[in-house]
């Protein structure tokens, strides 16, 4: 298997900007994560999905963040509008029940 | 005061020592990860434990639930162990939310 991949690896857009990050997990794995990392806080989870559906996504920054995930081969993460301060690595992860995570390579975003 | 606390934050060590980690943690958990970053890299996990010791290679770990306490131990360290090491637990319960630790840089000279 692939892994998890994500794409873009590297996204540079302006302030206001729509950004779409994108997630394909590891086949057959049923739990799906999306999470940010920045110097500031560190790693923090900011939604996951259990068989497609948004179980908890308590923490979702604000309103300008929204995760969808239309089928259990693909998931987006949408930033709309962007703001400097969303500046950061997202990275998406996914599992089985019983496993660990396998997490994906990353997109780093910058906001300018 | 973080649920998951790491320490050292920062570690300078020569090639071939011993290293330790540690992690402790404040709420009731189902499992415990050990995570590995390096610079500007990905995060792959080490180590997926609820009890006991868990080994592979030069990596060792330790959990103890009664004193909510965790150990990573690197034997015969190199410089490719240079990382941050990060602390994660499964709070208890129906949840699959990792809560993490700050994270341990470890550098390891030639």
């Known amino acids: 298997d692939a892994g998890v991949i994500q794409s873009p690896r590297h996204e540079v857009t302006e302030m206001g900007q729509e950004v779409t990050l994108r997630c394909k997990p590891i086949?057959?794995?049923?739990?799906l994560f999306w999470y940010r990392q920045t110097m500031m806080r560190g790693l923090e989870l900011l939604i996951y999905?259990?068989?497609?559906?948004?179980?908890?996504d308590s923490g979702m920054p604000e309103d300008r963040f929204s995760a969808k995930m239309p089928n259990a081969s693909f998931s987006t993460l949408k930033i709309q509008p962007s703001e400097p301060r969303d500046s950061a690595v997202y990275f998406c992860?996914?599992?089985?029940?019983?496993?660990?995570?396998?997490f994906g390579p990353g997109t780093r975003l910058t906001v300018t | 005061k973080n649920e998951v606390e790491q320490s050292p934050q920062n570690l300078t060590a020569q090639e071939g020592e011993f290293i330790t980690i540690n992690c402790s943690y404040s709420v009731g958990i189902s499992a415990l990860h050990w995570l590995q970053q390096h610079p500007g890299g990905g995060i792959v996990s080490l180590f997926m434990l609820s009890s006991g010791k868990k080994k592979h290679g030069r990596l060792i770990a330790t959990i103890n639930i009664q004193e909510k306490h965790s150990s990573l131990h690197i034997t015969a360290s190199h410089p490719r162990d240079s990382a941050v090491y990060i602390c994660?637990?499964?709070?208890?319960?129906?949840?699959?939310?990792?809560?993490f630790g700050t994270g341990t840089l470890l550098a390891v000279q030639p």
């Open positions: 994660a637990v499964i709070s208890g319960g129906a949840t699959n939310k990792l809560i």
């Open positions: 992860a996914s599992k089985t029940a019983t496993y660990e995570q396998y």
């Open positions: 999905f259990n068989n497609n559906v948004p179980i908890d």
């Open positions: 086949s057959g794995h049923d739990y």
